[in-house]
């Protein structure tokens, strides 16, 4: 039997492992990136047309290569970062593997120059798909300038896996924004189908937070400054208030590397215990420097898991210094000592129940008080401070002689039942001769409607919803949108990672009655909105919510319309501590059983609880 197992060459070896290093055109743009920081580039460039499948090129002003280093970048594992397998545990630089290079050439049309200081001429490298067409000297800037045309050009299958532009754009948003952060001493530029997105100068990494996050993040910022024997932390945390729904605003760094560790952000959740609405994400941007020797970061081929040697120390820790970034800057919860002045108010207007005293209550507050003694030495002003102490504490139990420790049967019987028609008389009125429904709100929050088995307790925020949810999807599922416009537009301004988000949808937007349009550098102007919907609703809550909801379900190709739908419905539903009248009660109550499906909010929450008056009525049983 003849030998079956073969080498493979080396441009199929490549393709393979182009594979897991590059995976969409945000891969080959991180790794780009992360290059030109291990050169030592004080300037960076990033251009992009068609979101990087027509061409990505990264021009920097660091060291540069020679003509063998320029031609040995683009071999499978060679790299000037190790020499020995020791080096893995004393990386300080981005890139280390030697992978990067060769599978872009594997599956891209690349043109690199680089000179080095002090150079006349550079080298200029022409490949495409791992063959190398052309090497000759030229006429370039120090440093280095690499092309990459026509990604995937080679494999057809894995290029018709790329998503449209919008959504590839977002991803390289992404991964431009964690090289940017973690490099505030190093200007960056982004340009897009020569439109600049990002021009961010050198400066300090609060300036670079909001360059990249956007104006609005500066007010959101706490700072964090820990230090232990371990490790050491920098950076900042948002203000709970500005939590978001979704996911896409937290970073962590390990030595100046992006990491994903969801144990480390359970870290951060936990330190905001209580803080947050439910499912709800702070901002973060934290820093960590530890020892080389005690992290491994050689565990995938993105480089972005690492492991710990004590991951459970560096869990507390974090905790810990989150919660006191917090606390430092009066975010966590204190004890509030003041008087409730419902209470004040009270004492003030004194007791509203007078009755009789009864025979065996002889107690007098102020028999009992013994006034400290009085030195002569001490001024007449503060003797006649304590003066008037005494007589506001006498004030103060003045009256609770007149109340009586028990209350007479007869009078507790009448007491009941007052209590009993206040909380709802027709409880109390046979079915036939009641006038209304018997349905009442409570706590501002929820409504209590009973039914022939038990009663309801309805959710008034969440059948809102329901309804509201149900009207808009009709509403927008017809054929003609009719727009109310807006006496004064409004402008929306969204960081560029929420821009691109509201491009992909802006169209969707448009065709069900909104009329949103592009103004200036990530700025929207809404000059109408869907005659169906209130002039009151808070505009720029509702544009977040739809791009918050857009990226939590970018993965799920959900309908743009029924993400809408729920968008409008949760920003104008009526919230929890909303009084209602009787009729408006009665109204909601009807319309949520008139929905198509009034068990749950679009979301999935309960609207209402059913109770069983056999269960109520175990309940009294001894």
Known sequence: MSDIIQLLPDSIANQIAAGEVIQRPASAVKELLENAIDAGATEIKLVLKEAGKLLIQVVDNGKGMSETDARMSFERHATSKIKNANDLFA???????????????????????????????????IIEGSKVLSQEPCQCQVGTSISIKNLFFNVPARRNFLKSNSVENRHIIDEFSRVALANSNVFFSLHHNQNELYHLPIGNLRQRIVGVLGNNGNKKLVPMSEETDVVKFSGFVSKPEFAKKTRGEQFFFVNNRFIKSGYLHHAIMNAYEDLLPENSYPLYVIFMELDPKIIDVNVHPTKQEIKFEDEKIIY?????????????????PTLDFDQDPNISQAYSQGPSIQRSQPTEMNWNPSSQASPMPQSSSRPASTNSVESSNLENWQKLYKGLTDLPMTIPEDEFVEEVTTIASQWGQDELIPEEKQGSTGSFQLHSSYIVSPIKSGYLLIDQQAAHERILYEKYIRVIGAQQQHTQALLFPINIPLSNQDSEVLKEILPEINQMGFDVQEFGAN???????????????????????LVEQQRENKTLNSDIKTTVAGSLARSTAIKRGTSLGEKEVQTLIDQLFACEMPYANPWGKKCFITYDLDDLRKQFEI
């Open 523 to 545: 700025t929207f102007v809404l000059q109408g909105l869907p005659a169906e919907c209130s002039e009151n609703i808070n505009v720029e809550e509702l544009i977040q919510i």
């Open 91 to 125: 990386l300080t630089t981005m890139g280390f593997r030697g992978e990067a290079l060769a599978s872009i050439a594997a599956i891209a049309q690349v043109e690199l120059k680089t000179r080095q200081e002090g150079q006349e001429l550079g080298t200029q490298i």
């Open 316 to 332: 507390n820790y974090l905790r810990v210094a989150t919660r006191h970034a917090l606390g430092q800057y009066s975010i966590t």
